[in-house]
């Protein structure tokens, strides 16, 4: 893989490559995560679920927390959109205010976006545990 940091790139460059690599990274996360969420349900709400004889609340629970967190990663994808976006601005920043104010948005959203993960990863355990113990 090519360095995509080159001698020539000043610290604005190597700041606006790190953001670009980072919401590229997002993007990935985000799209394989609602394909596994999509996943999930249809495996949950399947016949092999109903010849398991699995416990039908334990199903039913799972089932809503999927739908919710497809719901959350829906949102999540708006949000990032939205903030690629808007992250394109910070080349046009002239100072240090501005450049500060797209740091700590990045800053947030990437905090945002490591919960989301972690409470998926969670489900994805109890789905796990789930299908473990039932079939």
């Not at 399947?46 to 010849?51: A, N, T, W």
């Not at 959350?72 to 990032?80: A, D, E, I, R, V």
């Not at 601005?89 to 993960?117: G, M, P, S, Y």
Request: proline share 1%; glycine share 0%; charged share 35%.
């Amino acid at each position: 893989m090519e360095n995509p940091i080159q001698e020539h790139h000043d610290d604005d460059d190597i700041q606006r490559i790190n953001l670009e690599k980072d919401v590229n990274e997002w993007n990935k996360e985000i799209e394989f995560t609602q394909k596994e969420l999509i996943f999930y349900s249809k495996l949950l709400d399947s016949k092999l679920v109903r010849k398991a004889n699995a416990n039908e609340e334990d199903e039913s629970y799972i089932l809503k927390s999927v739908t919710q967190l497809k719901e959350k990663n829906s949102q999540f994808q708006l949000q990032l959109l939205d903030f690629e976006n808007k992250s394109e601005d910070i080349v046009e920043c002239e100072d240090v205010q501005c450049e500060t104010f797209f740091l700590n948005e990045h800053f947030t959203f990437k905090q945002k976006l490591i919960a989301h993960v972690a409470k998926v990863r969670t489900v994805k355990k109890i789905i796990f545990d789930f299908f473990e113990s039932n079939l």
